[in-house]
């Protein structure tokens, strides 16, 4: 797969696809990303590509035309791509997003600044519009972070074995369980016990009731849209039980 990044800070966005997961995949070949400088496509003066809105009113919007160059210069290496504009109106991005959107041949995500982009160049370049939830922030690049994020995770080979991607518990529609590591004790913390039992059904059914467990307490709409097999019902039940025995509503 192939990513552009457009903006006016790729640098930003191309530093955190250096490290990790992501940074592995792209020394592997597994995705290719470029960053594009809109300054790098200004005709005017001093590299400009921003200018007051018509109309008035705080701020600045960036212009079309560095916009447009920018975006068919990223096109011309990604013939085929969807071009994404990351903003607050946008389609906000789940996980059935991520996944479609790995599926395409190539993507070239647009960040803008500022109070906007020329709305002539969105309406003629941009395919989608995705957000990656209801707030504003500064700028879109953080927004394509994520979003590489998220989408180059799902491609195939790029989380190890494949049963990372499968047990990333948004899949399954739950929340993750608590995780732990040395010490066994730690300010007086212990590890629960079945951690260490090296019993692995033990440990496999603990953490499907915790996760369970926390999806019921912290994120009850994620249950509400699934249906639980006998075994989830029951590990469920028996952590609102427990639950409720420590005093809680
Ligand atoms: C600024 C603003 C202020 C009040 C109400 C709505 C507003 N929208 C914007 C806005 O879109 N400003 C931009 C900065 C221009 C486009 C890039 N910027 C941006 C992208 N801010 N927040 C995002 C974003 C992108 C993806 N997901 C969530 C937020």
Redesign the pocket.
Known sequence: MEIDVVGLFPEAVEGFCKIGVVGRAWERGTVALRFWNLRDFSAEKWRRVDDRPFGGGPGMVLMAEPVAMALAAARSRNPGATVVY???A?RVVDHDAVMALAARSGLVLL???????DERVLCACVDEE????D??????EA?AAVLIDAVVRQLPGVLGHEDSAREDSFVEGLLDCPHYTRPESWRKEPVPEVLLSGNHERIRTWRLKQSLGRTWLRRPDLLAERDLNAEQIRLLEEFKQEYRGYGHE
């Open positions: 990351l903003s607050p946008g960040a803008g600044r500022y109070e906007g982009v995705w957000s990656i939830g707030y504003v922030l500064s700028g879109g927004a």
